[in-house]
């Protein structure tokens, strides 16, 4: 009798638990979809059929059924306004999908994306923390938010303007010619491969030089730093918003294990960077630019011989012993390592694809290079190595790289919606409220409506070369392209990433051809068969199976 009351009380205890959970999810189930169904009925919404126990779920799962399975996520804004295209005057899409994620305002309309992005840039969704708060602890760029944000986004800045960039150009080159050599060596064997993996090691490899001026040979060994990086994406990409398996020990276990990893290779590169602080002499480091700011504002100028009357170190010395400190630089350079690498390596597929679609831009991108930079490779790096700034002084390559960020940005920007911030539609003057919902600047639909862009689903580079008053003229104003997003919050990569693609377009176009290897009758999106696709464990929208491709060297 003794063993039959614990086993009971265990078993009313549990089942107390599960009354509770239940609870608290059926109030929390009505209290959203009420919200949004409030929210539909104030603003005259054409909404899809919305399910009181699943939202708008049943209907998304159905529209997608009409699309490939894989079709990414930020494209279903996009697929909604085709399916309802009254939808299009009020410049937002409504999605609720709770609980897999918090109701969303998809803003569609390129000014109202302005008013939380540009004229008021409201704070990170809770979203991204959920996604990247066990890995960087909020500490840095992309999910922290205020004084912390403000004070590291100006220390990084410097190291991330297009003087300092193109001082990096020759580190860049050499990273650039080892992706170079792959593609040659597929070219030799004939082999068909997936064009992202390089892509995505060379992405990493130029981050290594220009943030911590070092070749991490990511591209050519078997890097810890880079197997820990994938299998940190994999952990923080499992459905974020599974409670259960966030508070998962074993989960939090290989989170912590991949950041312990991570910051034993990085921690001594970091520590010679502050050697390396306040000296003269180019190139520098994103990250040694970054001390340098750090330490300017922290009363050390330069010198790390000057004492202070604490302990007789220097400010230069306490920072180099500051366990916070480095805590925050780890952090802010392994979110470059995260957040970099994929969306370069996705849009420089995406281009290959594009200029083998279209061979006469192809051609012209070549005669610009043979114009501007020399006849062949070796005295384009030359010109280019004399003179960095000459890789601005390529307006069609420009327009090639703007027009594939156009149709496939690699990025969607989500803010947190508030009891006093309201949409308004520069049009109608319709009023939206925003309490309780994820805002998500949907550049992948803003930038193929044809409202704002004439033959939307077309590759047509010369629309941003177009003169004032030419139908080709491109977007609505100024705030219809937001690849890198617009505002204060805007991508600090967006000048490396240009230059990266330029260099790798410089080195690649004239001597190889990348030819995609689809199969025949593979799926389509929008005509393409290198469409977004939806990737387990990944962060980012890739190109449909990585872009298979074989390589050819021309005459």
Not at 99 to 125: G, R, T, W, Y
Not at 520 to 535: D, H, I, R
């Amino acid at each position: 009798m003794g063993s039959v009351l614990p086993a009971r009380s265990i078993g009313h205890a549990v089942a107390l638990i599960l009354v509770v959970l239940l609870a608290r999810f059926t109030y929390k189930l009505i209290k959203v979809r009420c919200h949004v169904r409030s929210f539909i009925k104030e603003t005259g919404m054409t909404s899809p059929p919305h399910s009181f126990l699943l939202g708008h779920i049943p209907a998304m799962a159905k529209l997608l059924m009409k699309y490939p399975r894989d079709t990414a996520g930020h494209s279903i804004p996009l697929l909604l306004l085709q399916e309802y295209p009254d939808l299009r005057e009020k410049g937002l899409v409504c999605m609720d999908s709770w609980p897999i994620a918090n109701p969303m305002l998809a803003v569609v309309h390129p000014d109202m994306c302005a008013q939380f992005c540009q004229e008021q840039s409201m704070p990170k969704a809770p979203l991204m923390d959920l996604i990247f708060g066990r890995f960087t602890h909020k500490l840095d760029l992309v999910t922290s938010d205020g004084p912390h944000w403000k004070r590291w986004r100006s220390a990084f800045n410097p190291g991330f303007s297009n003087k300092n960039i193109l001082s990096l150009v020759p580190a860049i080159i050499e990273e650039v010619q080892v992706f170079k050599d792959t593609l040659s060596q597929a070219a030799d064997s004939g082999e068909t491969f997936e064009l992202l993996s390089p892509a995505v090691k060379a992405a990493c490899d130029v981050i290594g030089r220009v943030v911590l001026g070092k070749r991490l040979r990511i591209q050519t060994t078997d890097s810890p730093l880079f197997n820990a990086m994938r299998r940190q994406l994999a952990a923080i990409c499992f459905p974020e918003t599974i409670q259960l398996w966030r508070d998962n020990p074993i989960a939090n276990f290989k989170i912590w294990n991949n950041n312990r990893i991570m910051r034993n290779e990085l921690i001594e590169d970091i520590r010679t960077q502050f050697d390396e602080s306040g000296g003269a002499g180019d190139p520098k480091t994103i990250t040694r630019l970054a001390i340098d700011v750090y330490l300017k504002e922290n009363g050390d100028a330069s010198s790390s011989s000057s004492s202070s009357s604490k302990g007789g170190l220097s400010p230069r010395e306490r920072l180099l012993q500051d366990d916070d400190f480095l805590r925050v630089a780890l952090a802010q350079i392994e979110i470059f390592l995260i957040a970099g690498h994929d969306t370069t390596a996705s849009t420089l597929c995406y281009i290959y694809y594009l200029l083998h679609r279209y061979p006469e831009t192809a051609d012209r991108l070549r005669k610009e290079h043979a114009d501007v930079l020399g006849a062949d490779t070796p005295s384009a790096l030359a010109t280019i190595t004399s003179d960095p700034s000459v890789l601005h002084r390529l307006p069609y390559t420009t327009a090639v790289i703007k027009e594939t960020l156009r149709m496939y940005p690699a990025i969607a920007s989500v803010r947190a919606g508030a009891r006093s911030f309201h949409l308004v539609n520069p049009q109608t003057r319709s009023r939206f409220p925003t309490d309780g919902f994820t805002l998500m600047s949907t550049s992948q639909a803003t930038q193929r409506l044809p409202e704002y862009w004439p033959r939307p689903d077309e590759f047509i580079p010369d629309r941003w070369l177009a003169e004032e008053g030419d139908p080709l003229r491109a977007g609505h104003g100024n705030n219809a392209f937001r690849p890198f997003e617009m505002g204060p919050r805007n991508c600090i990569g967006q000048e490396l990433a240009t230059v990266e693609l330029k260099l790798m377009l410089v080195m690649t176009v004239r001597d190889l051809d990348v030819v995609p290897a689809y199969r025949e009758g593979a799926a389509k999106l929008f005509g393409e068969a290198a469409y977004q696709s939806l990737v387990p464990n990944e962060l980012n929208n890739r190109p449909k199976d990585g872009l298979p491709v074989r390589i050819r060297r021309r005459s």
